[in-house]
């Protein structure tokens, strides 16, 4: 990169926060190049430029919170939507998980702003995560995420027999999507009725459409591990805080 970029994308890029938050610090004056304060929407640096943040980013960053939440089915991951509510209205003191770890005491202003890192769908349960910080999300549903989801799916075959290696392998590589080929998949029987699914990306309905393609009906589907961070015990429609020392 040798081209001047707009300063919210680099810093994006370097991590430093999401697009919008870094905007939010330019307009406040929280921004540095090179040691100057950059308050104009829209300027753009070269990729040798030092880029700096106020200690009061800082602090407003660090007091931003990410939820872990165990979905129940029925609920929607984002916007409420055909008269489904969405999983943040399950967030509430009385939903607190009673054993989470960690310190954190929840406060009504830790709603604001709270999105989906990623989607769960409606029939689906299992870990979702909500966060206020941009860096997270960007790490998880970027589009170049190196981040790893794993499931549970209950099947039935509905075709004669018993599912053929071949077709299994296929659910590992080879199967294409809305005309785009699937990254590999690690596919695997836990039991009679159950498959591990363990992919790097996100399509909408993924594991419900590469079953089909197979001739296997998804019964039941849940989501028990996103990277490094796994449900465990978190209840049902329950949820806790991701702990500082917990990364994806």
């Known amino acids: 990169?040798?081209?001047?970029?707009?300063?919210?994308?680099?810093?994006?890029?370097?991590?430093?926060?999401s697009r919008r938050e870094a905007d939010e610090w330019i307009e406040k004056g929280w921004v540095k190049v090179d040691g100057k304060v950059v308050s104009q929407l829209g300027s753009k640096v070269l990729?040798?430029?030092k880029i700096t943040i106020e200690k009061q980013a800082s602090q407003e960053q660090s007091r931003r919170v990410t939820i872990l939440i165990n979905k129940p089915m029925g609920y929607v991951?984002?916007?409420a939507e055909d008269g489904y509510k969405p999983a943040v209205a399950l967030i509430s003191e009385d939903t607190h998980w009673k054993d989470d770890p960690s310190k954190e005491k929840f406060r009504p202003s830790q709603l604001r702003s709270l999105v989906p890192a990623g989607r769960l769908d409606?029939?689906?349960?299992?870990?979702?995560?909500?966060?206020q910080d941009g860096r997270i999300a960007?790490?998880?549903?970027?589009?170049n995420s190196p981040t790893d989801k794993e499931y549970l799916v209950r099947v039935k075959y509905t075709r004669p027999g018993r599912l053929p290696d071949s077709e299994l392998n296929m659910l590992r590589h080879g199967l294409k999507l809305d005309g785009k080929a699937l990254l590999p998949a690690k596919v695997a029987w836990q039991n009679d009725d159950q498959l591990?699914?363990?992919?790097?990306?996100?399509?909408?309905?993924?594991?419900?459409?590469?079953?089909?393609?197979?001739?296997?009906r998804v019964i039941g589907l849940?989501?028990?591990?996103?990277?490094?961070?796994?449900l465990g015990d978190l209840p049902t429609g329950q949820w806790r805080y991701l702990r500082?020392?917990?990364k994806f």
């Open 1 to 17: 990169m040798s081209e001047p970029v707009r300063l919210s994308k680099r810093m994006s890029e370097l991590g430093i926060s």
């Open 47 to 49: 990729p040798h430029q």
């Open 77 to 79: 991951s984002g916007q």
């Open 122 to 131: 409606i029939d689906s349960v299992g870990l979702l995560v909500l966060t």
């Open 138 to 143: 960007k790490h998880l549903i970027g589009e």
């Open 196 to 216: 591990r699914f363990v992919l790097r990306e996100g399509k909408k309905r993924q594991i419900r459409r590469m079953c089909e393609a197979v001739g296997l």
């Open 222 to 230: 849940k989501r028990i591990r996103i990277g490094n961070v796994r």
């Open 244 to 246: 500082p020392e917990e």
